[in-house]
């Protein structure tokens, strides 16, 4: 399985942007998709998840309410739009797809599959 990221950029505080992350090769029993980002001098962590059966998803507290991830389903693709965005969202954003039922959760150890990281920076 391929990820592809993009739609990363610059935005002002306040300001919204959207990822995508494209899945392509033996994509089937892929079981959930997700984002996790990484500040510098941070540790990686858990953004969002997508479970593809039922279409449920998580967020992690610091993004609830401002974030909403979604699949388009014909094209394979996840997608995250971020609202409301704050310099504290600067990060790599890297999306994450894995074919175990741990696939949505926060631990990055239960996705097998990573996608090049999009640089997302808000500026105050």
């Known amino acids: 399985v391929q990820l592809q990221a993009s739609g990363g950029g610059l935005v002002q505080a306040g300001g919204s942007l959207r990822l995508s992350c494209a899945a392509s090769?033996?994509?089937?029993?892929?079981?959930?998709m997700g984002w996790f980002r990484q500040a510098p001098g941070k540790e990686r962590e858990f953004v969002a998840a997508?479970?593809?059966?039922?279409?449920?998803?998580y967020y992690s507290d610091s993004v609830k309410g401002r974030f909403s991830i979604s699949r388009d389903n014909a094209k394979n693709t996840v997608h995250l739009q971020m609202f409301s965005l704050n310099p504290e969202d600067t990060a790599v954003y890297y999306c994450?797809?894995?074919?175990?039922?741990?696939?949505?959760?926060?631990?990055?150890?239960?996705?097998?599959?990573w996608g090049q990281g999009t640089q997302v920076t808000v500026s105050s």
């Open positions: 994450a797809a894995g074919r175990t039922i741990l696939s949505t959760t926060r631990d990055s150890g239960a996705y097998q599959f």
């Open positions: 090769g033996r994509t089937s029993g892929i079981y959930g």
């Open positions: 997508h479970r593809i059966s039922g279409g449920r998803t």
